[in-house]
């Protein structure tokens, strides 16, 4: 039988001018990044090394959002007959899964510091966290406005803000560790970053994996979709409903019409119209099936 396909794509990338920014954010987190590696080094400071580590792991997440957005950028051909899109979510996945590694090791460290205290260096960390602070506030403004659009630039954004609150952190510990000499809380601030980036990490990766998983969207969602199109005038059933992501912003639907024997053959219209009205999906393949000629004992979502 025949299948419709009716393609409307969604490019949700910002212009060159998003290029750009995202130089500059990657030129000033590597510089910053050196610094810190450099100060902690001197200071004797696990939490200023472990935000550094992290701030690297920013400048890096950078580095491949750029270059996610320029593969992004080509067009479907023979060999991705889908386009590229998805390398911005792949990107996102590889940013998050480092993350989570990173929050562990850091964790580790932290345990091994609050076993055996070191001594710190408060001026130095305080002095070098104030910049880190200043840099990751720079970075999270200019993503600020491409992170609405991209999962691989909010999770950028969403991390240099994290970045900008782990340099809060350890300016309260450095100070501290001036005002009271207590060393304990270089580990402990460590701790509670490496704590805050395993959450983080943990709660945005599963959209990304979900995407990747050719999951369902949130919204519509797949009974949603089945209820409306069995409403349709004409239609008797509904089966083989399949409705996932295409790319972030782009939905696909799938699915076989029972059509009503002695209808008219305007159904196939009148439900291509229904997605794109209601539920803004412009990508689907319907296949229609006469009443007489149904396919049975399939399930209603999925295959």
């Known amino acids: 039988m025949p299948h419709d396909h009716h393609h409307h794509h969604h490019h949700h990338i910002p212009a060159e001018g998003g290029d750009r920014r995202l130089w500059l954010a990657i030129g000033v987190n590597f510089a910053l990044t050196l610094a810190q590696i450099v100060a902690g080094v001197i200071s004797g400071s696990l939490a200023l090394i472990a935000d550094a580590v992290h701030n690297l792991s920013d400048a890096v997440s950078l580095v491949l959002a750029l270059v996610a957005r320029r593969i992004a950028r080509r067009p479907a051909d023979a060999a991705m007959t889908f386009g590229y899109g998805r390398a911005e979510v792949v990107a996102a996945l590889v940013n998050y899964t480092t993350l989570i590694v990173l929050s562990v090791w850091l964790a580790a460290e932290g345990i091994a510091r609050l076993i055996e205290p070191e001594p710190v260096q408060g001026w130095i960390v305080v002095i070098v966290a104030g ?122 639907l799938e699915a076989h019409i029972v059509q009503a024997d002695g209808q008219d053959d305007g159904l196939r219209l009148a439900v291509k119209s229904l997605l794109v009205d209601r539920f803004g999906i412009a990508h689907s393949v319907i296949e229609i099936e006469p009443e007489h000629a149904a396919c049975e004992g399939v399930p209603a979502i999925g295959h």
């Open 131 to 252: 910049l880190a602070l200043i840099v990751d506030s720079i970075t999270a403004l200019l993503t600020l406005r491409m992170a609405r659009d991209s999962v691989n630039i909010r999770a950028a954004f969403l991390h240099n803000l994290a970045d900008a609150l782990g340099s809060v952190a350890v300016i309260v510990a450095g100070t501290l560790i001036l005002l009271y000499d207590w060393r304990l809380v270089d580990p402990l601030v460590t701790l509670g970053i490496s704590a805050y980036i395993l959450w983080h990490a943990g709660r945005e990766v599963m959209p990304v994996i979900r995407i990747l998983m050719m999951g369902s969207p949130d919204e519509p969602g797949p009974e949603e979709v089945l209820e409306a199109l069995r409403d349709l005038p004409g239609v008797v059933d509904v089966h083989h409903l399949h409705l996932w992501h295409m790319q972030e912003h782009e939905t696909a």
